[in-house]
């Protein structure tokens, strides 16, 4: 038996986030909680979804007390906010951080015995479904528009945990590729990274079947033509992109993913790492000591890739094939090949400690030990 959530609305497309107040209209919504981060207000792109509600002569209040790795502070104050601002529903506008601070607000208001933010970790389905939730990305990355998951920093504790609720989904998605082309080239790389991760780990989880392979090899397909171009801020490459992590979310989100993403939220947590970046280094790596447990996948992730002539290879050479396709894709885009910069070599036991109990770690394709994981870190310095 498996389950598969899906967002029930999506709009796709230049020009999408005109239908957000049609839908808020339809749906008879009064007055909006806006999520968004200080960046993207500054940088007037959460304007561009403020000014249609304006026009159209909706209510809404802005909230922008978030960090890029959203922490429990940022979301205590967010439901606080949102108590005293009558809204009775949420627009993310933003990347992961923004839809995962609305989604634990969202959920904390409808379920209101969560309010101790660290009760809502790993895999539990709450009493009640979230406040609605409008989600407009503006990188081509987390896919948190479409997916059941978020993840919140413990500043205290120094680690990031993992939400997953099928009742923390958006009921609308809108996935406007103009809402991303003022993404600095960095960061466009960073989140597409993270979103080919994305579809490269749920291909290979232990949980991936038929109807999630269908979106996690499409998906990669996706990402490996478009990401560099998206990256040259090409409206096309932007518009392939935005779509390319949108397919990998409806994969993932239902299968799990592995231990890229356990490191990756250690190095959050310990660095405030860019998740983008820290999945992006430690892919390869990770699909290196992975690719024993994979069987055949690793040629049609090859393929995927856009690698030739993978029908005639030997196991061994289309791993590595795959493995090859990622890291230059990775370079090509401008992603640091190492830890060097980033890993206190002291910190590496806690980092693994953290990453093994991560609640991304059972979906690996192989069960991993603490001390695999710290020879992982490791061989990245």
């Given at each position: 038996?498996?389950?598969?959530?899906l967002?029930?609305?999506?709009y796709?497309g230049?020009?999408?986030?005109k239908?957000?107040v049609?839908?808020?209209k339809t749906?008879?919504?009064?007055?909006?909680?806006v999520c968004?981060d200080?960046d993207?207000v500054k940088?007037?792109v959460?304007s561009?979804?403020?000014?249609?509600?304006?026009?159209?002569?909706?209510d809404?209040e802005l909230y922008s007390?978030i960090k890029p790795n959203?922490?429990?502070?940022?979301v205590?104050?967010?439901?606080?906010?949102?108590?005293?601002?009558?809204a009775?529903y949420?627009v993310?506008i933003g990347g992961?951080?923004?839809?995962?601070?609305a989604?634990a607000i969202g959920?904390?208001i409808?379920n209101p015995e969560h309010?101790?933010?660290?009760?809502l970790?790993g895999a539990i389905?709450t009493k009640?479904?979230?406040?609605p939730?409008i989600?407009?990305?503006t990188?081509a990355g987390?896919?948190?528009e479409?997916t059941?998951?978020?993840?919140?920093?413990?500043v205290?504790?120094?680690?990031?945990f993992?939400c997953?609720?099928?009742?923390?989904i958006?009921?609308?998605?809108?996935?406007d590729?103009?809402m991303?082309?003022s993404m600095?080239?960095g960061?466009?790389?960073?989140?597409g990274?993270?979103?080919l991760?994305?579809?490269?780990?749920?291909?290979?989880?232990k949980?991936?079947?038929e109807?999630?392979?269908?979106?996690?090899l499409?998906?990669?397909e996706?990402i490996a033509?478009?990401?560099?171009?998206a990256v040259?801020n090409?409206?096309?490459?932007r518009?392939?992109?935005?779509?390319?992590?949108?397919?990998?979310g409806?994969g993932?989100?239902?299968?799990?993913?592995?231990?890229?993403?356990?490191?990756?939220?250690s190095?959050?947590?310990?660095?405030?790492?860019p998740h983008g970046v820290?999945?992006a280094?430690?892919?390869?790596?990770v699909m290196?000591?992975?690719a024993?447990?994979?069987?055949s996948?690793y040629r049609?992730?090859?393929?995927a890739?856009g690698v030739p002539?993978?029908?005639?290879m030997?196991?061994a050479?289309?791993?590595?094939?795959a493995?090859d396709?990622?890291?230059?894709?990775?370079a090509?885009?401008?992603?640091p090949?190492?830890l060097?910069?980033i890993?206190?070599p002291?910190?590496?036991?806690?980092?693994a400690?953290?990453a093994i109990?991560?609640?991304?770690?059972p979906?690996?394709?192989?069960d991993p030990?603490?001390e695999?994981?710290?020879?992982l870190y490791?061989s990245?310095?």
């Amino acid at each position: 038996m498996a389950r598969f959530v899906l967002n029930e609305t999506s709009y796709h497309g230049s020009g999408a986030i005109k239908e957000i107040v049609t839908e808020v209209k339809t749906r008879g919504f009064k007055k909006a909680f806006v999520c968004s981060d200080p960046d993207l207000v500054k940088f007037n792109v959460t304007s561009k979804v403020t000014d249609l509600l304006k026009a159209a002569g909706l209510d809404f209040e802005l909230y922008s007390n978030i960090k890029p790795n959203p922490t429990i502070e940022n979301v205590q104050t967010g439901v606080a906010a949102f108590k005293k601002s009558g809204a009775d529903y949420l627009v993310a506008i933003g990347g992961g951080s923004s839809m995962d601070t609305a989604k634990a607000i969202g959920i904390i208001i409808a379920n209101p015995e969560h309010e101790d933010v660290r009760s809502l970790e790993g895999a539990i389905i709450t009493k009640n479904k979230c406040v609605p939730i409008i989600a407009v990305p503006t990188t081509a990355g987390t896919a948190a528009e479409v997916t059941i998951n978020y993840v919140i920093t413990d500043v205290e504790k120094k680690r990031k945990f993992v939400c997953v609720d099928p009742h923390d989904i958006p009921v609308v998605a809108v996935i406007d590729p103009d809402m991303m082309s003022s993404m600095p080239k960095g960061l466009t790389a960073a989140t597409g990274m993270d979103a080919l991760t994305h579809a490269i780990e749920g291909y290979i989880t232990k949980g991936a079947w038929e109807l999630s392979d269908m979106f996690h090899l499409k998906a990669i397909e996706i990402i490996a033509r478009s990401l560099r171009d998206a990256v040259a801020n090409t409206p096309k490459g932007r518009e392939d992109m935005a779509l390319g992590q949108y397919v990998a979310g409806m994969g993932f989100s239902n299968v799990g993913l592995g231990i890229v993403h356990s490191m990756a939220h250690s190095l959050g947590a310990f660095y405030d790492t860019p998740h983008g970046v820290a999945n992006a280094i430690l892919l390869p790596t990770v699909m290196e000591y992975n690719a024993s447990a994979t069987g055949s996948r690793y040629r049609d992730i090859a393929k995927a890739m856009g690698v030739p002539g993978t029908e005639s290879m030997s196991e061994a050479e289309y791993r590595k094939a795959a493995i090859d396709a990622v890291k230059k894709l990775s370079a090509d885009v401008g992603i640091p090949a190492d830890l060097k910069e980033i890993v206190k070599p002291e910190d590496v036991p806690a980092l693994a400690k953290s990453a093994i109990a991560d609640a991304c770690t059972p979906g690996n394709p192989k069960d991993p030990t603490v001390e695999d994981i710290e020879k992982l870190y490791r061989s990245l310095l």
